[in-house]
């Protein structure tokens, strides 16, 4: 006969169900320091943390109201958008030659998608035991990397803003008041081709989101840099003409740049 055939198990129906043991709560002073129980004790901590950050962030907004911009006008093309503070190191990667322009995508999906993929990933890349960042050389040398990347991105996106190149070139001009544009200039015809008229003006006064051209102290030659390479917050990629048309235009800007022959 094997062992366990014809083994029969049976029990008392006379033990009620009031003497089965219940699901008591495992009691947490055995491991002082070590563990505590989630409800109350540990919810009720990440709560009341969670309740000072809320409270400073409210008291944030009632001392210091958010700045608001003038209201939307529809008719003004001149007017370019920039994203929120959280997304200007994207908004400034865009501004290199490398990641715009035929390099777009990289600029756009490549490298912003790496970094993203890196960080959800991070946790399978790095299994050590050990929290010292001095044993994890590998993952706090990308984690600093990736924290200064944004740092400074921000921070160049906020120095090259169009106020910064207003009040390096001077105030927006005066309508009136500048010299008179030759519109029937081969130059200004392809300055109106090439749309630079939505953001610097037509009479190259500059613009809400573009500073005037008249008066400006940059050379032809750096205009002509700047028109496909960008700079500040006009992106590279925003010329679509020849060489020829680009010298024209350039030295058509330059003579009404500070000592420029049209600039009287």
Known sequence: MHRGKGMKFVTDSRVGISNRKQNIAKDYSEYPGRTEAFWPNFLLKEWMVGSVFLIGFIALTIVEAPPLQNI????????IPLPDWYFLFLYQL???QFAAGDWILLGTVII???????????PWLDQG???RPAKRPVAISFMLLGILSVFYLTWESVQTTHWDQVHAQGELQIPGEGP???TAAPGYEIYSAQSCVNCHGQNLEGGAAAPALVGTQYTAEE??????????????G???GSDEDLQAMSEFI???GEGGENNK
């Open 72 to 79: 939307a006008d529809p008719t003004n093309t001149s007017y």
């Open 254 to 256: 330059a003579s009404y």
């Open 94 to 96: 865009l501004k290199y």
């Open 112 to 122: 912003p998608g790496l970094a993203f993929t890196a960080l959800l990933v991070a």
């Open 180 to 182: 008179e544009i030759d």
């Open 223 to 236: 205009i002509a840099e700047i028109a496909v390479n960008g700079v500040g917050t006009m992106p590279a």
């Open 238 to 240: 925003q010329w679509d």
């Open 129 to 131: 035991l050990e929290r």
